[in-house]
């Protein structure tokens, strides 16, 4: 699945990129979309902000994001950073007192507010000390009618933008007359940016694999995050009575599993739910084989004298194959969690202890015996012991699977 959006870069006057403008786009033919406005921006910060991964589209740069008038009474800026957003109101907002109010309490929270394709009015008056950039529109309103209007509002606290700037004489001549910041096709068309997104069923998936990352368990937050799931509530509680060989009566709510559970065996349970639930379109062998995975590292690990890395050898060998799952890049994947840089190189480049821990695993799955003994030699793991773990962890695993 992949998402769409123009990216369109706004300059100062120096010429240096400052942010960006994004549109949203529904195809790979950077055309504007037949879409409704308030669906439209709904889609483009589902698809830019809350996915996962860390969008080119964003990435360093200030966003500036158009804002129909029912998305700004709804607050939708509040869902994302302030200090990596510009929040265009559109020029079809209606400048009444639910609008005004909106606008007033997003300024308060530190948000930047434009006023896109703007054109001067009584009703828009009251609107003014609280926004910081005016665009205007040099096709629309005209080259000097635009310089103008910058000469009059001068003395403001207000920053300038013109769009749609064309040739280098209307860039010349707004420079001269005063505009901070500019954007058109004398700089830059838009450019199509298309980039694969996680499925929005599995974005609980990565918030729940977001969580076992933490240190400590932030046990409200993951409870939080399963109750919102029918599917995932329903595998937890399975998983956990099936597991808690409780002969009085079984756990029947998340809240009661987390205090059953305690924080060790949540990231366990969590990791192999969430994997699980990742894994639902996926053939079975994917999920086993990440299941085996995680608890052979997890073997391996503690076997080998490093008991305080177990934790961190299970995220390993179950992050190993989370891009399969999920149909998303592991450099992807890794950005958005927070794990340690020890357990970030292991999977990205098979560095350290961890690292050559899941190196030694692929090496055994693909038979390479050569390779397999020179991990072992390096790690200081007996070839037997490898085999002894790969028997205990598909023995485990399938019996986790026959849980679910």
Not at 45 to 61: D, F, H, K, R
């Amino acid at each position: 699945m992949y998402s769409y959006v123009a990216r369109q870069p706004i300059f100062n006057r120096q010429q240096r990129t400052v942010g960006y403008e994004l549109l949203f786009r529904d195809g790979e033919n950077n055309a504007f979309p037949d879409i409704e406005a308030n669906k439209a921006t709904s889609r483009l910060l589902v698809e830019n902000y809350m996915a996962v991964g860390v969008n080119a589209a964003i990435s360093g740069q200030r966003t500036f994001i158009n804002f129909p008038q029912d998305s700004l009474l709804q607050l939708l800026p509040l869902l994302l950073p302030k200090r990596s957003i510009v929040v265009e109101v559109l020029e079809t907002c209606e400048p009444n007192d639910a609008l005004f109010t909106a606008i007033k309490l997003l300024y308060q929270r530190g948000y930047i507010i434009a006023l896109d394709d703007f054109e001067m009015s009584p009703a828009w008056r009251r609107f003014l000390p609280y926004v910081r950039i005016i665009k205007l529109d040099l096709i629309k309103l005209g080259i000097e009618k635009s310089c103008d209007f910058v000469n009059q509002y001068r003395s403001r606290k207000l920053k300038f933008l013109a769009e749609k700037v064309e040739t280098k004489d209307e860039y010349e001549t707004a420079l001269a007359a005063g505009f901070h910041f500019f954007q058109g096709y004398y700089f830059c068309k838009p450019e199509l940016l298309k980039n694969r997104q996680v499925e929005p069923e599995k974005l609980n998936t990565v918030l729940l694999l977001q969580e076992i990352c933490r240190d400590p368990v932030n046990f409200k937050r993951i409870e939080q995050i399963i109750t919102s799931d029918v599917s995932l509530s329903y595998l937890l509680l399975r998983y956990v009575n099936a597991a808690s060989n409780r002969t009085v009566e079984p756990i029947s709510s998340f809240r009661q599993a987390l205090v059953y559970l305690g924080e060790d065996k949540i990231r366990l349970f969590i990791g192999v739910v969430a994997t699980a639930h990742a894994a639902l379109d996926k053939p079975r062998e994917l999920y086993l084989m990440s299941l085996q995975r995680a608890r052979m590292c997890e073997s391996l690990a503690t076997g080998s004298g490093t008991q305080e890395q177990s934790h961190q050898a299970f995220l390993v060998g179950m992050f190993s194959l989370l891009d399969a799952l999920l149909d998303t890049s592991l450099d992807q994947l890794v950005k958005v969690l927070p794990l340690q840089e020890d357990v970030e190189a292991a999977l990205l480049h098979h560095q350290g202890r961890l690292g050559h821990t899941l190196a030694l695993l692929e090496a055994y799955d693909q038979a390479n015996w050569h390779l397999v003994s020179e991990y072992c030699e390096q790690l200081g793991i007996a070839e037997n012991a490898v085999t002894r773990s790969y028997q205990q962890a598909s023995r485990w695993s399938e019996d986790m699977l026959s849980i679910k």
